[in-house]
Each structure stands twice: as C-alpha cells, then as structure tokens.
C-alpha cells in the first residue's frame, strides 16, 4: 500500500516536472497549423494539426475540393499523415491570418503531388504570395513530399497567404505551418564578407531555407527541435570523405553558460560535428568542404553553428571559415568567443551568389598552428528576397520591361547632357585662372562642367598588381564575365559617359540586367574606385543603389550596379523627352532620396558624407522609386572629437555648400545643401545653374532663394506642375528647401528632419495631383542673343554667387584642388 502510495506520488512529480519541461519549451504567440484537405485533428508530437474545415473561415475561397492520396508518401523528416491529403484551389484565394505579435513569422508549406480523380496535382502550375512578398513563382512538382519554409517580418495585424493558380490549372498545399518565431532567431542585419560590410535591412527581407544541416552526419527530426525544424545529415553533402570525421557528444553541450539559445539550434545539433581526421596524420592540413546547389543572383544568409565537444584533453586549436574562397573569418578561436567548452556559438554571413550555381562552405585550420583542426557543428543557408521581394529565380530578371524605353542608369555623372557653353566657358575660365599656376599638367588634365564631378586629375596606378590585394570585398568578378556581359564593351551598350569613363547595360549569364561602369586610368582615380566599392559593399538599403560587383583585374577599374529602369531624376526634370513626373512622384522621389541621405548619415557609428549629392546621381527604378548613387568621393565623417573633416574641396558646381567651399570643412550639412538645391531643381524643372537665362536667374539658388523670401515662390515652379500643387504643401517645401540652403551648416536641419518635413509636405498634398498630367512641356527662352562674353559674366555670377563666398575666389579653390593633388 505504502509502495503504492509512493509510486503514486511519483507518477504525479514525474508529470509536473514533464509539464515544466514542455512549458520550457517555445510557445508561438501565434500558432496556426493546419492539415489541409483532412477531416481530422492530428497529432504530431506536442503539436495538433487541425482539420481542413477549424480554419475555413480564414480562406476567401469557400470552394472545397479535398484530396486523398492513396498510399501514404516516404518522408523521414516529417510526419507522413501530413502528406496524405491536400486542398486543391481552383481559383486565387487568400489565407487571412490574424497576427498578435508582430516580428517574423515562419510559413511552411507542404506539397506532396499525387493524382485524386481527375486532378493530378503533379501537373498544378500556380504561384504562392505571403504579404507583397513572392514565395514561389512558379510551383515546380516535385516527386517527394517537400516542405518549404519562408519567414518575414509581419508589421501588421495580419498575414495574407494567397494561391495562386495560373489559368486553367489548379494550386494544392498539403499542409500550412504558420507562427511567430523568437525575436532572437533572426538579426535585423548581419555582416557581409568582408570586414566592416553590413547589411543592415535584412528585416525587411523575406527568406527561404534552402539548407539546414546537422553535422557529424545525423539529420535532427522536428520533434526535437524548439522550433520544429528539420536538419538534415550532411554526410551527402560533403566534398570528399576522407580527411573528415564525425563527432557526437550531446551531453558535452551546455547553454547556460552562454548566450545562445536552445532555440537557435537545439543540443542535438551542437552536440555532433564534423571535424577534420588528425588521427593518421596529426599535422594533417586540409579543408573540410561542403557544396550546396543555389539559384545564382540572389543573396544568401548563411548561419553556422559551433560548438567544441572534442574529447578531453584537447589542445587548443584555431580554424578558418570559407565560403567560396573568401575567408569569413581566420584563426577562429571558439575558447574566446564563448569562454568555456561546450558552449554553443554561431555567426551569421551574408555572400552574393553570382554566376556559378553552387554554394561552397569550408572549415580548414590556420596556418602555422601547432595542433591543427577544425570544426563545425550546423549550417543553415537562407535564401533573402531580392530587390522586387521575391524568392524565385523567375523574378530575378523581368523580360518584359521594354527594351525600348530610353535606359539610363547608375552612378553617373552626366556628360552628354551638359550646357555646352557653359562647359566651354568654364574650361576657358579654369585655364585662364590657372594659367599662373607653373604645373602645366595638372592644368590639362582638368575639366569641368556644371553638374559634373569635380574629380581630381591625373590619378594614375602603376602596376597590374589588383587594386584589392585580399578579396576583402566579396563580389569580385573576372573580367571576361564582364567582357561577355557587355558583349565585349559594345559601343552600342554604352548608356551614357562622364569624366570617369563609360557605362554600359549589361546582362549577365544568370540574365541579372546591370549597369557596368568602367573607369578608364586617365579619370577617376583608383582612390574613388576604391571608396565607392567600400562604401557600396558595407551599406544596403532600399533607397541606395546596390553594388553587384567589381573587377579589378588587368588594370580595370569596373564597377557593376543594379539596372535602374528609368535613369537619372536629372533627366526627369529637364532637357529630354520623358513626360513631367507629377507633384506627387516628385515628392516621394525626393522623400526616397533623403531616406537613403538619413541612412547614410545615421545608419553607422560613423556618419557618411556623400559630397556628390545631385540630381544626377539620384537615379530611379521601374517604378520611380529613388535610390542614391555615386559614393566616389563619399567619406567617413568626423570623429565624435571633432566637428568636421578638413579635405580638399570636391563635389559638383552649383551644388556645393559655400561653407565647405570656403572652409574646406566637411560635415553632413554639406549634403543637406546639396540637397537642399535638388530641392528647387525639383520644384522648379530647371538646371542649378542656367546661363541661357536672365543674369538674375543664372544661379537657381540665388535667385529661388530670392522668390521664396519674397514670397512669391508660386512665380517659379515648374509650369509643368501649374495647377497641382496645394499651397500648403508649396509652402512646407519652400521652407524647408530654404533652411537646408542656409549659409551656415548648423543652421540647417539634418537630413533626419528634412524627411519629416516632406513626409508632411506630401500629406498636405492629400490624394491631390495623383492623375494630373499636364503634357505642356516647358518654353526654354533660350536667348541667342547672349553673346559669349554675356555668358561669361553670367558664368561669374554664378560662381560668385554661390553663397557668399566674400573674396575668395574660385582660382584659389582650385589652386588648392592641384596642390592637394599634387602632394
Ligand atoms: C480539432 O481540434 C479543435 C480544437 O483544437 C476542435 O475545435 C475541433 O472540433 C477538432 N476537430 C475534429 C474533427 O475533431
Ligand atoms: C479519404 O477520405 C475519406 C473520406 O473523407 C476517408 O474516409 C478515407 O479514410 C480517406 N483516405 C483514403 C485513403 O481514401
Ligand atoms: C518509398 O520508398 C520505397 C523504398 O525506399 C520505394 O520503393 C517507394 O517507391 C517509395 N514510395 C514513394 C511514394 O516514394
Ligand atoms: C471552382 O470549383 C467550384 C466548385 O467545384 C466551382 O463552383 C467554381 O466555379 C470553380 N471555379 C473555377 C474558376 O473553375
Ligand atoms: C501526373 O502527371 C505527371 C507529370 O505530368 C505524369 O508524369 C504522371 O504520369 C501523371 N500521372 C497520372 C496518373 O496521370
Ligand atoms: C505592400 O505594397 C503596397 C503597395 O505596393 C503597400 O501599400 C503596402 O504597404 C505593402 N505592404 C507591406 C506589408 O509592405
Ligand atoms: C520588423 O520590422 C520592424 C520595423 O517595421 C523592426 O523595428 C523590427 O525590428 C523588425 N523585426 C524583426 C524581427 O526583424
Ligand atoms: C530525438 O529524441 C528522442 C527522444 O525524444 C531520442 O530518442 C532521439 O535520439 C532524438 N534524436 C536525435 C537525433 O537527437
Ligand atoms: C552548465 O553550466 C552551469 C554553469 O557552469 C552548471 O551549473 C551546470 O551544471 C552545467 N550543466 C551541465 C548539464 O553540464
Ligand atoms: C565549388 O566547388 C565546386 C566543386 O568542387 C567547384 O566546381 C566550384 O568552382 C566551387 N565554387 C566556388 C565558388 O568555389
Ligand atoms: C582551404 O580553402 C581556402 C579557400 O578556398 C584556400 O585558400 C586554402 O588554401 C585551403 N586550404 C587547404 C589546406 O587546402
Ligand atoms: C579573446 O581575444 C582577445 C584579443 O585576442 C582578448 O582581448 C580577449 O580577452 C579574449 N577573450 C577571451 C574570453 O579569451
């Protein structure tokens, strides 16, 4: 009886502690499971699946056609009774998910094809949507039960899953899984390959698991994992078989002593590896690769996962971690980065995959080390939705955006489009002030146009040694892609020119359109070359262009973009045949512009100053949405000690803040100035600076400044725009325009508050000018009788106006230009 009794309570601890230990486990605040086609409750694990018809009222497609396949499918890694039925969808219905929490959420899906009466769900052809993301394209049968897992970042308050079937055929899913995951699984951004880069706005990506392994070759089901995940054994996908070993010791695994947790990876998967073999050869130098296939042309996350269960004693040891040829990280020591054995680890990568359509992942051990060996534990590669929110290749290159529309892209100055006269006028005036100066040289070497970089000239590399002597940046690609991309730099590809050389449209083998800039040695010079890719491969952002690559190979200096569909917002406003972009794109243009400025000098713990700000480098995609461009002359801001960056005066005419003219001290109120004059370019349809016009209007700054102080700033907007903008709306731009123009920088806003200030400039614009196209294309008086000394002194106007600049002159910039230079 006592016996009894006891065993009793037993039972009865036994199951509290097993309550406690499930209560440990992760419970999703949202949590919708659901065994599609079924018309029964199952149970999998610690988890239910509910029948077809619990969630019904969520589909907007009441239509039910239940399948049933008729032998259960092989699956190892799920539970097979979720195959055996499906819901087939006939025409485009949405799931509408309510959401609790807001943060990432998981979707997976389940497809398994067979043949149910006259539906043989092998021949399905339809899409899968979640949110305005694209999951799948084009749904490609497989022969095996399949699971795919998509996760993104839910904001709102629902989640909308839509099937999609393409005419005349149907769409099925097996079985939905849709919950909220941990904050902690996956970072708002992660570090590229390379040193400093980051990708900052991964949160705004969705992302496909394409692998999840557990090494020391044992797969993980998802009953024993947090999170339900699956991990496959990667013994398969292993390069060769003989320099590794694998490894289990699970009890060796102890989380409480560091900051991971069992939810990124549970102790199953810490607890095995692989490792290299040391045990014939204990100086054995090898690397342990494994080889993954990828669709070419997206970006991939890639998570590994560590932990250092070698059998006691150990020596001490330090590895390299490869993907491709590029190291993510030498000498790693997984004793210092977690301060005791046994302590998991892991670290996340983001890398390009171009071209080649596999994915190779090493781990091998530092040179010179005493006791070489190497380890990992698991490795997840996630697939990251590229810049038109897809994850299918089918979505990496649109063929029907036409061919016809006039392309322009990427990074440029402009070139083609200059104020003839004005260039002439110009030369002539730099020749003339510089002709006291003895370096004949750099004289010759020099150029310039309004709105034109200023580069530095005479910039010259020696060598055919690569400018990037380790592959710190990643992206690098051979010349003879470039060549082939190009179709060997046909002059019939050539979109446009400026002072660095030329830019091509190119397409590369996994058709990705693209912008190819390619320096030549005589203009811009290594150090620009440099800085750009610098700056491009460390920041991501939606309003920045995005760097593709580069070549540095045989003395080139190339440099290749995303294609952006409808060019410069410079040709937009003036001078070219497009039709007038409303009041309304004007705005969100310039909206876009500013929140990649603010990115760029807030986005990094130290700020980045464009210094090229200008409507020519704001460039705009298919559906005109502004992206930044042209980082050559970017820098680093002041140090937190300082106020600003003494550097010798670069940048473009008519945009270039008189304090950092006069001073030669660069802050990011520069770029606010600049802005500030893209502002009234914007407003106005018309050039910086203008020498066909009236002397007192040459100047665009001058004299909208001039208007604007008046209060008769309605006198020189755009007559395109005539009639669609609201007066309020008018009033907040001219106001802000004005104050990013003052004539000291801490007078201006920062970029921050700009943005603010148009953001309710568009809402005092309401829904108004959303149609209005008004085809009446601006009058340019061009007065012929400007005579060319009339020109000249319109010229001098200009520059002397450009702020006070009170005595110095602009020989003494430019003397201080080839000084610089010549140092
Ligand atoms: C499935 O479970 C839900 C609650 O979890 C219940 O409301 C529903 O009736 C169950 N369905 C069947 C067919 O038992
Ligand atoms: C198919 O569906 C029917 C009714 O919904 C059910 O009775 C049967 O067990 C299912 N399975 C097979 C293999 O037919
Ligand atoms: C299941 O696996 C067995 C042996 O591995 C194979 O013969 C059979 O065709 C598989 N069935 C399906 C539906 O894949
Ligand atoms: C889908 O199926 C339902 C019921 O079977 C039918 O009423 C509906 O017309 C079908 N829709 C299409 C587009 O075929
Ligand atoms: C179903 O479609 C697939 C692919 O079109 C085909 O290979 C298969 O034979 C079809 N099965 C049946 C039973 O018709
Ligand atoms: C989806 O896109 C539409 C317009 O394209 C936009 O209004 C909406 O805010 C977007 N939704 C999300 C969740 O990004
Ligand atoms: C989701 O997006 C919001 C901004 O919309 C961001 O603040 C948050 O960090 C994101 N969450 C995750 C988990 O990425
Ligand atoms: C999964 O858990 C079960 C017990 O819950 C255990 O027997 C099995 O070994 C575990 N599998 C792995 C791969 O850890
Ligand atoms: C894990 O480490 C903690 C702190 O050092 C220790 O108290 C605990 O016993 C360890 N757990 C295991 C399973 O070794
Ligand atoms: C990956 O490995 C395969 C097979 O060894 C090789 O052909 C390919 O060039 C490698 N790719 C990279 C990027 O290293
Ligand atoms: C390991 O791979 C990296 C990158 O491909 C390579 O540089 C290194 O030489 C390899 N080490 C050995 C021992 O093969
Ligand atoms: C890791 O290494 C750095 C520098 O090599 C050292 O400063 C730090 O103390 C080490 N940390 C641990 C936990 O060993």
Redesign the pocket.
């Known amino acids: 009886m006592a016996n009894s009794g006891s065993s009793g309570l037993l039972i009865w601890v036994s199951s509290i502690l097993c309550l406690m230990c499930l209560s440990l486990g992760y419970n999703p605040v949202d949590n919708y499971l659901i065994d599609c086609g079924s018309s029964t409750n199952k149970s999998v694990g610690d988890r239910v699946f509910v029948d077809d018809q619990f969630y019904s009222n969520l589909l907007s497609n009441p239509h039910i056609i239940f399948a049933n396949a008729s ?4 699956s190892s890694a799920y539970n097979p009774s979720l195959f055996q039925t499906a819901r087939i969808f006939n025409e485009t219905s949405h799931y509408t998910f309510a959401v609790k929490k807001s943060g990432r959420h998981w979707i997976r899906i389940y497809f398994y094809p067979f043949v149910f009466r006259n539906y043989n769900l092998s021949n399905a052809k339809f899409s899968v949507y979640a949110q305005n993301f694209t999951l799948i394209k084009e749904y490609q049968s497989k ?2 039960p399949e699971v795919r897992e998509f996760s993104f970042n839910v904001t709102s308050d629902r989640l909308v899953l839509t099937f999609s079937p393409f005419s005349n055929s149907f769409a099925f899913v097996n079985a939905l899984e849709v919950f909220s995951l941990p904050d902690e699984l996956i970072p708002p951004g992660a570090t590229t390959i390379g040193p400093q880069g980051s990708y900052q706005n991964l949160w705004e990506h969705a992302l496909e698991t394409v692998e999840r392994l557990n090494m020391g070759n044992k797969a993980v089901s998802p009953l024993n994992d947090t999170l339900w995940r699956f991990w496959d054994a990667d013994g398969k996908y292993l390069k060769q078989s003989n320099v590794e070993k694998f490894l289990s010791d699970i009890k060796a695994v102890n989380f409480s002593k560091g900051v991971v947790t069992e939810n990124i990876a549970p102790s199953s998967v810490y607890g095995t590896a692989t490792i290299l073999n040391t045990e014939s050869d204990p100086m054995t130098n090898a690397n342990v690769t494994w080889l993954f296939n990828v669709d070419p042309g997206f970006d991939y996350l890639v998570r590994f996962h560590f932990c250092d269960i070698l059998p006691r004693p150990s020596a001490r040891f330090y590895f390299n971690v490869y993907i491709g040829s590029s190291a993510v990280v030498q000498y790693l020591d997984l004793l210092n980065r977690t301060s005791d054995v046994g302590v998991p680890y892991f670290m996340d990568v983001i890398t390009r995959v171009t071209g080649s359509r596999m994915l190779n992942v090493s781990v091998g051990p530092s040179n010179n080390v005493q006791y070489p060996n190497a380890l990992l534990n698991g490795l997840e590669v996630m697939k990251i939705s590229n810049s038109k929110e897809s994850l299918d290749v089918l979505d990496s290159f649109s063929p029907e955006s036409s061919k016809t529309k006039v392309i322009l892209i990427v990074g440029l100055a402009v070139g083609l489009f200059i104020i003839f006269v004005l260039a002439l006028v110009l030369f002539l005036l730099c020749r003339r002030r510089l002709a006291d100066l003895s370096h004949r040289k750099a004289e010759d070497d020099f150029a310039m146009n309004e709105g034109d970089t200023i580069y530095t000239a005479g910039s010259k590399f020696s060598n055919g040694t690569p400018i990037f002597s380790t592959s710190k940046f990643g992206y690098r690609f051979p010349f003879v892609a470039i060549q082939e991309a190009t179709d060997n730099f046909s002059e019939s590809l050539v979109l446009g020119v400026g002072g660095f050389g030329k830019v091509y449209k190119g397409v590369l083998r996994d058709e990705t359109r693209v912008a190819v800039k390619r320096g030549t040695s005589q203009s811009q010079g290594i150090s620009e070359f440099q800085t750009e890719i610098e700056m491009l491969s460390q920041f991501r952002h939606r309003h920045l262009v995005s760097l593709i690559g580069f070549c540095d190979e045989r003395n080139e200096m190339i440099i290749i973009y995303e294609f952006m569909e409808n060019g410069t917002l410079k040709d937009h406003l003036y001078g070219s045949k497009y039709p007038s972009l409303s009041w309304r794109q004007r705005l969100e243009i310039c909206i876009g512009a500013a929140k990649g400025l603010h990115y760029l000098h807030t986005g990094s713990a130290k700020a980045i100053i464009h210094r090229d700000v200008k409507s020519a480098n704001i460039l705009l995609d298919e559906n005109f949405m502004a992206k930044v461009a042209d980082f050559g002359l970017s820098k680093t801001g002041p140090e937190i000690d300082q106020s600003h960056v003494s550097t010798a005066v670069k940048g473009s005419f008519g945009y270039l803040d008189p304090e950092y003219l006069i001073r030669q001290q660069l802050t990011e109120k520069s770029d606010v100035y600049s802005f500030g004059v893209v502002m009234f370019e914007v407003l106005c349809g018309r050039p910086a600076i203008d020498p066909s016009l009236p002397r007192e209007k040459v100047n665009l700054v001058e004299w909208a400044l001039k208007c604007q102080r008046r209060g008769q700033l309605e006198e020189i907007v755009d007559p395109r725009l005539e009639g669609q903008i609201k007066t309020d709306s008018l009033k907040k731009f001219g106001d802000i325009a004005e104050k990013c123009l003052a004539e000291y920088g801490v007078d201006r806003p920062s970029m921050g508050d700009v943005l603010w200030n148009l953001e309710s400039a568009l809402q005092l614009q309401g829904n108004e000018g959303r149609s209005s196209h008004n085809g009446k294309m601006t009058e340019k008086v061009n007065d012929r009788a400007n005579s060319f000394e009339a020109s000249v002194s319109n010229a001098q106007v200009s520059m002397g106006s450009m702020g006070e600049l009170s005595g110095v002159s602009m020989s003494k910039v430019f003397a201080q230009m080839v000084r610089e230079e010549m140092r």
Do not use: F, K, R, T
């Not at 032998?71 to 092989?74: A, E, M, T």
């Open positions: 032998s259960s499918p092989n022969v095996n």
